[in-house]
């Protein structure tokens, strides 16, 4: 039989002639010159520096336990496009090689052409993977070295062979992921768009949804460190517009008295209110924003609110010259398309779409540049002095000691006006400035001195010494709405050392006193009414409190599942002596002591707590999703190419646990076990071609269990043909060709 390909030789034998030799009488000796060799691999989290004059390839930080796509630039060697170019990776970590590795690339094959264009997906073979984030031993940052290799099947004849690997070096570091946690606002404030009312949607708020923006832009580990904080909703009855200091002063509150304490809070509204898409203080620990979607403005609303928490202003930039990435498949990205790829093709986020810290942008508008990237990586708040296996995979700040504090909350005025020595004489300045100062015993870290800061906090005695004194600084972003500047005000949070014999506490700014609150000489008096010690919490709470010096009164609202190790902040800051509680939204008491109830009230300085305790409340199930790469809720299915890792992401939540530990995490496929974790790589060359039903199953310390399950696809590897791959090349004629002798099949 006559053989047609020669694959020792890599050449077509059609009739005795050679195919290569046909083709250069027609077009010339080196117009299908191929000579396949790879220019660069790019490794990014979301956007890197590449091509570059000003910033060598690569240099941005690279996080471990972080999703990471390797990008690998080939050079045909000619001057027409290849087609059926395929690829694959070797990954070795601390030198030891990734389990599957070496991988696949998820778009290959491809038609490689003569000159790559960045903002093509598929103008690049493209790989997925992801270091591990924590492990027992071994150090902070690991080495990981990449061995990238073209047309390792030797498919595609070449002139060169000896040029079709390439290796490069890369150090993946360390971080953590700060602790985010949400609240919906309940808004019943009358608004024209009835859909701008009542509680926003528990699926947009999600995690995997609501953060899912700061999960494919921020360089921290996967998933973020976000989930709904147990109490319920934060009710909002006034104007929002209105209302934006108090709100953020609320949520800061209900922050600091939940315990353990997150790093930040973030309110959801319903809809879209807001005169803008949402608002934060430039520095401070509470946010809140839209869950608008049509269009989509939320997600990308809440990592920018979120980045004026981190300390980012607004700025004007635009990806230019960088170019990001969002995956490279179906599924993963946060959204299908955007305003540069509205057929919802590309992968890739080009150059002119802004960073998401340019104001009044559309979630499809923006992505992160490489500025904001290296500004969130090196961030205190990322910074981590370990990565070692930790059984909690969200790691709130250690609980800190009990200790006295002053929790002070409220309103202070952006700028004092020249010739401007007492508050009355600020624009838009209440006289009281809505300041609401609690004297408490909790395990809260105190809030570091500002020496930039332009405004401080004394307090002082009797007689006006200062006995301690800080600087601090709040402002909302530059260039925020004309609403803001009107206001002029804008909220703070400072927790600061209780001291002896305060008397006053003095807010000054820029060295002028703008308010004072002197202590009174009686304490609020209060009493629980409903419910009773030894009762059910299902409903109202109702107490009574009055103050012998007339002074008006704030309350707050705690409750602890166990005694007082842990607080659930229910309310902050009511003026009102009955609040009704979603007794689902609570942990489950435990113990004998049972559930305790804490109120607190302050008539400005002076502090009075009450509680209950014996308190009944029912256990709840825990809760598991599916996050990646396809979202339980969403009813999605993703599709992963025989030979690239599987990367599954999951969480479970407990009212009563917290969030549970890797080990209570356990993952199926078809039924089958296949490890343990929030984040689970897996060697898809185990998995057959095809559908395959994913569960996650949770179980809480209770041994109560629930499951979640995603679809996803295994796609075929495409093995080498037995057909060889041809050059493409355009505009040449079809010239009949006559065989000497026929042409014989291959095969049987």
Known sequence: MLKLWDKSKRILLIGGFMLASIIQTLVGSTAFAVDLSITGLEVTQSIQHMGSTMNPDNSLTLIRGRRTTVRMYIDVGGTVPVAGVDGNLQVLVNGVPMAGSPFSAENGPITAPVSPDREETNHTLNFEFQVPGFSILGPLTSNVQLIGTVDPAGTIAETNEANNSTTSNHNFECRRSPSIGYVPINYTFPESDPSNMGLPSAFKM????????????YPIPDPP??????????????????????????????????????????GWMPGNPIAGNGWATVGGTSAFGNTQDSPNRYQRTFAHEVGHLFGL??????????????????????????????????????RALKDFMYPAQLTTSAWIDPVSYG?????????????????????????????????????IPSFVPVGCEVIDCCPGCPGSMRTKIYELRAPVELTPNNPKGTKQVQLRDPNGKVLFEQNF??????????????????????????VKNVAQVVLLSNGKEIFKQVRSFNRPIIRILSPQAGGELNGSIVWEGLDKDKDPLTYS???????????????ANLTGMEFSVDPSQIPGSRGLRGGLLRLIATDGLNTTITQITGLRVPEKLPTVQILKPAHSMAGEVATIRQGSPLILV???????????????????????PVGRGRVLQIDTKTLRVGPHQVTLIGVDSSKNQVRATAKI????????????????VPNIPIIPVVFNNPITTIGR
């Open 313 to 350: 202003d607004h700025n004007y930039r635009f990806l230019d010259p960088e170019v990001g990435f969002d995956g490279g498949f179906p599924g993963l990205e946060v959204t299908a398309t955007d305003d540069c790829d509205p057929s919802g093709i590309q992968g890739t986020k080009c």
């Open 375 to 411: 500004f969130i990586a090196s961030h205190p708040l990322v910074q981590s002095t370990g990565c070692r296996i930790n059984l909690s995979p969200i790691s709130h700040p250690k609980i800190p000691r009990i200790r006295e504090i002053v929790l002070m909350t409220g309103l």
């Open 206 to 217: 999600s995690p995997g949804i609501g953060d899912d923006f700061i999960w494919h832009t």
């Open 557 to 571: 609202l705690q409750y602890s599942p166990d005694g007082g190790r842990t607080f659930v902040s229910l309310a």
């Open 713 to 728: 696809i295994i796609g075929p590897h495409l093995e080498a043909s037995a057909t060889p791959v041809i050059p493409i």
């Open 473 to 498: 600084d709040a402002a909302f972003g530059v260039g925020d709405s004309e609403l803001e500047r009107e206001q002029n005000m804008v909220p703070f949070t400072l927790v600061l050392p209780r």
């Open 225 to 266: 460190n976000y989930y709904q904080l147990p109490g319920g909703a934060t009710n909002l009855t006034t104007d929002v517009d209105l209302s934006i200091g108090t709100l953020l002063s609320d949520l800061d509150t209900r922050r600091v008295m939940t315990v353990p304490t997150p790093d930040l809070i973030y």
């Open 650 to 672: 999951g969480q479970g939540q407990d009212l009563e646990d917290g969030p549970l530990a890797n080990g209570r995490l356990q993952w199926l496929i078809g039924g089958r």
